[in-house]
């Protein structure tokens, strides 16, 4: 199944910045998924990155708050702009496996101050 | 549109004893059927899949689930629980391959002595 590097594994930042979060793939994908988990919740899709075209983003997530990038095939970034405390999160890449069903990046913990 | 409903927010067992965790899904088609495990602190592993064929699924670390296609469920047992069970599950379901997973809210597995 694919590798995933995701970095950096947490960050505190401080309200008003961005950060940005990168996850590399061992292998070739053509979708990789962007999720979020707030605390003590489960986790929810915040857009798909297609190499090629501009991400494709679920309701309540817009592109000028949560920018992505898909340069190649195993790469991807999730910036995270103008932090508010309520981003606090775990931010996680996820891409499909085929047969090995999809596999997450170990994630990245996020604390705004 | 898909969804996943894991009634049991907590569930407590005693080590040694059986664990069973439910899930319902809601969706129109075959799903692909997921269920991940999450330690304190740690990325999503994952247990099991199911895609097709024979509707009981044997994972790792002794799991295995059953998909029902009248009751719309994927419970998840486990015959004997060890102290290292204790985690967060998930249960996940998707459309077809390299689309997006939908997560139910997660079941919360306490272990005790």
């Given at each position: 199944s694919a590798v995933i590097s995701q970095k950096p594994s947490r960050d505190i930042c401080q309200r008003g910045t961005s950060l940005t979060i990168q996850c590399q793939v061992d292998s070739q994908v053509t979708m990789m998924f962007w999720y979020r988990q707030q605390p003590g919740q489960s986790l929810t899709l915040i857009a798909t990155a297609n190499q090629g075209s501009e991400a494709t983003y679920e309701s309540g997530f817009v592109i000028d708050k949560f920018p992505i990038s898909r340069p190649n095939l195993t790469f991807s970034t999730l910036t995270v702009s103008n932090m508010s405390p309520e981003d606090s999160s775990i931010y996680l890449c996820s891409v499909d496996g085929a047969n090995y069903g999809y596999t997450f990046g170990s994630g990245t913990r996020l604390t705004v101050v | 549109a898909q969804s996943v409903t894991q009634p049991d927010i907590h569930i407590t067992v005693s080590e040694g004893a059986s664990l069973e965790l439910r899930c319902n899904y809601s969706y129109g088609a075959t799903p692909y059927l997921f269920w991940y495990v999450q330690s304190p602190g740690q990325g999503l592993q994952l247990l099991l899949k199911y895609f097709s064929g024979d509707t009981l699924v044997q994972g790792i670390k002794g799991f295995e689930a059953e998909f029902?296609?009248?009751?719309?469920?994927?419970?998840?047992?486990?015959?004997?629980?060890?102290w290292s069970d204790a985690a967060e599950y998930f249960c996940a379901v998707g459309n077809a391959a390299g689309n997006k997973l939908t997560f139910g809210g997660g079941t919360r597995v306490l272990v005790k002595p």
């Open positions: - | 029902k296609r009248s009751q719309s469920s994927f419970n998840l047992r486990k015959p004997s629980v060890h």
